[in-house]
């Protein structure tokens, strides 16, 4: 049973251009979760999804940030036009219906030059 | 959601035990506390859960108080791969009618081991 995958683990962009992280949560696990961590600090929530719909976006920067969870594929977390103060760890994790347990991704670290 | 405060960091001999507290005066009735271990370059792993008295799994121990307002996290015998920062959670079991509940995570305890 794999966990959850996210992937590119590493991600370098230069100022202005998109970033996209992707997340797939693990079998059977219908809802999905954004955080971010920048260096030293704890995790931030950003965003709360189920298949084809956002339960909870009150995490989430007003501007350039979105994110979805298609009925088919992996939860997407784009990022427009990044800054500097972009760069952070972005983890995902998903739980089933009726688990309590979140399980984790690796993480993807972006690096915005 | 309940705020949580607990220390910045903490250093421990191995074999020893390591008990982390956690504070939480506004704990609502519905609340759980979970404690979530995260090494470096890594996600968060889920350690243990639980909403009253004491809970044991094979890795760790949690004692609540019959009070809740606080926690406390222990690690039998730590190891260096002990190391870690450890969070403490506070939240509602079910959010959202969904099954599911959104974390929030302070900064955690810095746990260093010392061979």
């Known amino acids: 049973n794999a966990g959850v995958m996210q992937n590119p683990r590493h991600l370098v962009r230069r100022r202005g251009q998109e970033a996209r992280l992707r997340c797939s949560p693990m079998?059977?696990?219908?809802?999905v979760y954004w955080y971010r961590q920048l260096p030293e600090e704890g995790l931030k929530f950003m965003v709360y999804?189920?298949?084809?719909?956002?339960?909870?976006e009150s995490g989430m920067p007003k501007e350039r940030f979105s994110a979805e969870f298609p009925k088919e594929g992996p939860s997407i977390l784009r990022i427009q036009q990044v800054v500097r103060g972009d760069s952070a760890a972005y983890f995902c994790a998903s739980s089933g219906q009726t688990n309590t347990e979140a399980f984790f991704g690796q993480g993807t670290r972006l690096t915005v030059v | 959601l309940a705020k949580t405060t607990q220390p910045i960091s903490m250093d421990s001999y191995e074999g020893q035990e390591v008990n982390i507290t956690c504070s939480h005066n506004n704990i609502a009735t519905n609340d759980y506390i979970t404690w979530y271990q995260q090494f470096p370059s890594q996600g968060p792993r889920f350690i243990i859960q639980g909403y009253k008295t004491k809970v044991t799994n094979e890795v760790a121990s949690l004692f609540i108080p019959a009070d809740r307002k606080s926690s406390t996290l222990s690690l039998p015998r730590v190891s260096l791969s002990d190391t870690a920062v450890y969070y403490c959670?506070?939240?509602?079991?079910?959010?959202?009618?969904?099954?599911?509940?959104?974390?929030?995570f302070g900064k955690g305890t810095k746990l260093s081991v010392i061979p």
């Open positions: 079998k059977g696990h219908s809802h």
């Open positions: 999804l189920q298949k084809e719909n956002i339960i909870d």
């Open positions: 959670l506070v939240g509602d079991r079910v959010r959202s009618g969904a099954g599911s509940y959104q974390l929030t």
